[in-house]
């Protein structure tokens, strides 16, 4: 998947001058945050590179060092990027796609206390939108792939049958708004498989799982939906290259911070 993305943006850039390609900074975000009371505490490392827009990728808690992105600072990133699938490379490579400004098919600005509720009620609300265009279900089977709490609670409180997975040992075999989270390298896969709809964050890049999932999801006619801060500017790429169906892509700064967000919404077949 990394050596399709890396192709693709070094043809799309190849008459660019080095200047328009320049990695102006780099940084290291330690995450901790619990956007309200049940939700879970999100504990991550997040490389952020920038051009003339921003990549990031999120990591586990403490798995980065500094040095790594200090060293981007001032190259052509044309000349750097791989196809490694590290939080530093993916973070890289999304901020070359960023700085080119896909666009999205609808996009939407949130502000405010409930930044998590909004966005995942635009989230649970594209959720509709395709079961009304009858890609899913009216009652579909979701599976979240990285339990996300508030977009579970939208989605069950729609009716739909809410299962979830995540890599975190400090939530697995707990519940997290009414769903029990599953043990992720035990059971994603079979719940990919079994769902109508799999909602994916965009750490399965990072960890190098997504082509995998796809995979699944095309053998099983699973659709899938990825929540993309980690690669946010591979939206259109992904709709485009591998028929992800819809991507819910969220350029930093991200729904934690007190500031204004944007949301952008790709579609397969736009």
């Known amino acids: 998947m990394l050596k399709v993305l890396k192709e693709r943006i070094l ?34 490392d997040v490389a952020l590179v920038q051009l003339k827009a921003t990549g990031a990728a999120y990591s586990a808690y403490g798995s980065l060092d500094k040095s790594e992105l200090n060293s ?18 993916i973070a890289l490579l999304d ?3 960023a700085s080119l400004s896909p666009k ?25 939108n395709m079961s009304r265009k009858k890609l899913i279900p009216e009652r579909p089977k979701v ?5 996300i709490g508030c977009i579970i609670e939208k989605l069950s ?7 979830a997975t995540d890599l975190d ?21 079979r719940l990919v498989a079994e769902a109508d709809l799999a909602v994916i964050t965009g750490m399965t890049i990072s960890n190098g799982s997504l082509p995998e999932l796809i995979n699944i999801a095309r053998e099983n006619n699973t659709k899938i939906m990825m929540l993309a801060e980690t690669g946010a500017g591979f939206g259109r790429a992904y709709c485009d290259l591998f028929e992800i169906d819809v991507v819910i892509s969220e350029p930093y ?15 397969k077949g736009k």
């Open 253 to 267: 700064p991200f729904y934690i911070f007190k500031c204004y967000s944007e949301i952008k919404i790709y579609r």
């Open 104 to 128: 999205a098919d609808e996009e939407f600005l949130i502000s405010g206390d409930d930044k998590a509720g909004q966005r995942a009620d635009i989230i649970c609300n594209e959720v509709q």
């Open 143 to 147: 599976v979240n792939v990285g339990a």
């Open 72 to 89: 981007l600072v001032g190259n052509d990133a044309r000349k750097i990027v791989t196809d490694e699938y590290s939080p530093v490379n």
């Open 157 to 163: 409180n729609k009716d739909m049958i809410v299962t």
């Open 95 to 97: 901020a070359m796609f």
């Open 11 to 44: 043809a799309a850039t190849k008459d660019l001058t080095a200047e328009d390609m320049r990695i102006e900074g780099s940084w290291l975000l330690n995450l901790n945050y619990q956007p309200f009371i049940g939700e879970r505490l999100f504990e991550y």
């Open 169 to 189: 040992e400090s939530i697995i075999d707990k519940e997290l708004c009414g769903v029990k989270i599953a043990d992720g390298a035990l059971h994603t896969e």
